[in-house]
């Protein structure tokens, strides 16, 4: 984020070279379903399984995603709630007052969105 507000990245180029990343990931290993993964553990495997390129990106775009739907505020207090509750999903929604499930659905078009090269 600093580095955006620095001038030292674009947001824009990042989102279109996140989702190119993720493009070629998808025709090569697939994609991780990184909405079900709850545990640091359970990301490092995803990112072993997929690659670095698409865990990455795809944890990029997601963020970038939450942000925008719901703002930088509510993304920081979803990191906070582990303070609290190790259970993911019950953060998930105490911090954006939505499941998982609900964002899932507005996610996917948005993905679908960007990569087809449609950067909103």
């Keep these: 984020m600093r580095s955006f507000a620095l001038g030292l990245d674009d947001l824009q180029d990042a989102r279109r070279r996140m989702s190119g990343k993720i493009r070629e990931a998808r025709t ?44 930088l505020a509510a993304t920081v207090a979803f990191s906070r709630e582990f303070r609290h509750s190790q259970d993911p999903l019950a953060n998930f929604r105490a911090a954006f007052g939505e499941d998982i499930d609900e964002f899932e659905r507005a996610l996917e078009p948005h993905l679908e969105q960007l990569l087809a090269g449609n950067p909103s």
């Design 28 to 71: 090569r290993q697939g994609l991780p379903r990184l909405l079900k993964v709850a545990a640091f553990a359970s990301w490092v495997e995803a990112r072993k399984k997929h690659g670095f390129d698409a865990t990455y990106s795809l944890s990029f775009l997601i963020t970038d995603f939450l942000v925008r739907r719901h703002s």
